[in-house]
């Protein structure tokens, strides 16, 4: 018998799966084996994980003709599997930065969900996208239409990553779960960060009194490593502008890793932030926050840029974009707030 297979890392990016070949496996085709062994993979699934390179024997990559043997120790990583629910097409406006034969960048608006679900089953970034396949002239006679590779929440903007194939997907899917796509966000958070660098981890898993919420534990039974840096890009005294990178990609990492170290996310509602946690008693300071609130109705976070190695011409490209017109108000907000705040202090000081 062979050892259980256990699932290391299933996400909505990617499938991990682990197996150990009995003593006494039989020579196999490794397509053939891994079907056997993973509920709804399909032979042409499982023959474009071997094709990008996420089957591993021993470490070592392989073809799908590969023979298992006694002993092999197997590892796969699966693209984002597909949904049994058909996606009706949408003629909703998007904003798509990037687009060629294989893969498509959109600058998503705050507010968009990624893909139904969860009462949310049309008005959806992939109801938009199979309108814009049925629709380009290009695609016409073509079989492309999107595979997700990575989300954002629905109340963050800025750059997601799209495959128009199954190929493109899983040579994708295997950057994200190799930590090696290179992604930026800026958020503004509440307080003044002591340091001006640093990172953020723990294992973070579900909040045990709020399921939709994550938390940051630190016995890792209870959650998946998490690992954020930052860098401060601009204070404003009661809030502060930060780059955050992350070298791994969990759900709501950024928003509770910073709820985690007491500088939740401005107007972040979920995790506390839509309150005035900083600053003064006095009520024209209370109307100019909520003034900011009504701008951003949402948590103040970005997905800003965007680097990845291109599934067929394998060269490294890099995409980058501007703030949203709600955040750049009210980060225009803060800044005269903050300079008005140190105007008055040095008159204060005369």
């Known amino acids: ?66 023979k298992v043997k006694p002993n092999d120790m197997i590892s796969i990583v699966l693209a984002y599997p597909p949904r049994d629910t058909e996606i009706y097409p949408e003629n909703i406006p998007i904003t798509i930065i990037y687009e060629d034969h294989d893969v498509l960048l959109v600058n998503k608006r705050p507010g968009m969900v990624v893909h139904p679900g969860h009462g949310n089953f049309t008005g959806t970034l992939m109801n938009a996208l199979v309108f814009h396949f049925q629709i380009e002239e290009h695609n016409k006679n073509s079989d492309n239409r999107p595979y997700l590779v990575h ?50 981890s723990g294992f973070i898993g579900r909040d045990i009194r709020d399921r939709l919420m994550m938390r940051i534990y630190e016995e890792e039974e209870k959650g998946r490593h998490a690992v954020t840096h930052y860098k401060v890009l601009e204070r404003f005294g009661y809030t502060t502008l930060v780059e955050c990178i992350l070298e791994t990609g969990r759900t709501h990492q950024i928003r509770a890793h910073f709820k985690h170290i007491g500088h939740p996310l401005f107007n972040d509602q979920l995790y506390g932030g839509d309150e005035i946690l900083k600053g003064t008693t006095f009520s024209r300071y209370k109307q100019f926050v909520h003034n900011c609130f009504k701008l951003l109705p949402r948590q103040a976070l970005h997905a800003k840029s965007l ?22 108000s009210v980060i225009d907000k803060w800044r005269g707030y903050s300079v008005h705040n140190e105007e008055r202090k040095m008159k204060n000081q005369d």
């Open 1 to 66: 018998m062979d050892l259980q297979n256990t699932t290391e890392e299933i996400s909505e990016l990617y499938e991990h799966y682990h197996f150990v070949a009995d003593k006494g496996q039989g020579l196999l085709r490794i397509d053939k084996y891994l079907i056997s062994k993973i509920e709804n993979a399909s032979r042409n699934r499982i023959q474009n994980a071997a094709h990008a390179g996420n089957i591993l024997v021993n470490n070592q990559v392989v073809k799908p003709n590969y």
């Open 151 to 200: 989300r954002i929440d629905k109340d963050t903007s800025g750059i997601l990553l799209v495959a128009k194939n199954e190929l493109a997907q899983s040579k994708l899917a295997k950057q994200f779960f190799d930590h090696t796509i290179d992604r930026k966000y800026v958020a503004l958070v509440w307080g003044n960060l002591v340091n001006d660098k640093g990172t953020i």
């Open 307 to 328: 680097g990845f190695i291109h599934p067929s011409s394998q060269q490294y490209i890099y995409f980058d974009s501007e703030y949203p017109e709600d955040l750049q």
